[in-house]
């Protein structure tokens, strides 16, 4: 454990001094990841799908806060939409402005998350996110997951949407884009389902996590996992839905091992040496429970050699 620590502060320490390089470096990654994935789900306009272009982007966007990543992947996701047709690019367009205008500007930094559910569905890792999420983010991350959740099943009721248009003859009617996509939407019952239960996964693991008794953070990770598996293992059986009990029980374990992975990086704690404080002043008494997390501080050592010398 001694060894780890050491490794973990080291890395940290070195991150922390070189913070100018890494934060961008970071950023590009994640806008690049991004945008490839919007390419790769609404790729209906070659145009905006081209690698350089892309990569172009990603690197404009690691000198730039992180609210203008959302904002350049919203005008790429209606700008591909155009292609399907006009309507489903004002539908892109109206439901962006529901979130951003309902939640985003109040957490400017809350796009990002949505814009990761899709790509945590690509990876199939969707199920581990409420477990990493609840840990980390807690309650705030409840809309934008939602929201990410919805997009991911948006961008599937669109590419029906693209089949359907490209089977159409001349004497079918015609098919309105928004009224079809919409209506996968709301009887989607598997994205539903999806969104409750990723909302109560996370609102738990966070109370949990939370909490002042010991070990509470591995509580709340196991708990997370177990309650997420259930939760839709229920809901399934319930909603009549078909969902891989495979998929849900290992990405559920994936997600507790990468919460631990990141409670690690972020500290962890030593309740052998717990402590509890009380002091008071004229108008309240306080009770304080500190427990110190776990570090590992490399002494400085100055070894002075001295070299006797005989005299003859």
């Known amino acids: 454990m001694t060894a780890l620590l050491t490794f973990r502060d080291n890395v940290k320490a070195f991150i922390s001094r070189y913070d100018y390089i890494f934060t961008p470096i970071g950023k590009g990654i994640l806008a690049l990841c991004i945008f490839f994935s919007i390419s790769t789900q609404f790729g209906y306009l070659a145009v905006l799908s081209k690698g350089i272009l892309l990569v172009l982007l990603a690197l404009i966007c690691a000198f730039l806060p992180l609210e203008i990543i ?3 992947s919203a005008i790429l996701i209606v700008l591909q939409s155009f292609k399907v047709s006009v309507d489903v690019a004002l539908l892109s367009f109206a439901l962006i ?3 951003y205008c309902g939640y985003m500007r109040f957490i400017p930094k ?3 998350i949505a814009l990761l559910v899709p790509i945590f569905y690509v990876c199939h890792l969707a199920y581990a996110l409420p477990v990493i999420i609840g840990v980390l983010v807690g309650p705030a991350a409840i809309v ?13 009721a ?17 098919v309105q884009g928004f009224q079809y996509v919409l209506a996968e939407l709301v009887g989607n019952k598997e994205m539903i389902l999806t969104i409750i239960v990723f909302a109560v996964v996370i609102l738990i693991a ?17 708990v997370a996992g177990v309650l997420n598996i259930v939760l839709f293992l229920v ?12 998929a849900i029980l290992l990405e559920s374990i994936v997600g507790v091992l990468i919460a631990m992975l990141f409670q690690f990086w972020k500290g962890i704690v030593d309740y052998q040496r717990t402590e509890v404080l009380q ?18 501080s490399e002494s400085n050592k100055n070894v002075k050699h001295i070299n006797s010398k005989t005299h003859n």
């Open 97 to 99: 402005m529901v979130f």
């Open 206 to 222: 966070y109370l949990i996590h939370r909490s002042s008794f010991e070990h509470a953070w591995m509580v709340s990770f196991l």
């Open 279 to 296: 002091f008071e002043d004229d108008d309240y008494y306080y009770y304080v429970k500190a427990i110190p997390k776990l570090s590992v």
């Open 70 to 72: 959302t904002g350049i």
């Open 110 to 112: 809350s796009g990002v």
């Open 144 to 156: 934008p997951m939602g929201f990410g959740v919805m997009l991911y099943y948006y961008e599937g």
């Open 158 to 174: 669109v590419a029906d949407l693209v089949k359907v248009l490209a089977a159409a003859t001349e004497d079918d009617e015609a």
């Open 235 to 246: 809901g399934s059986v319930t909603l009549t839905i078909e969902m891989s009990i495979g």
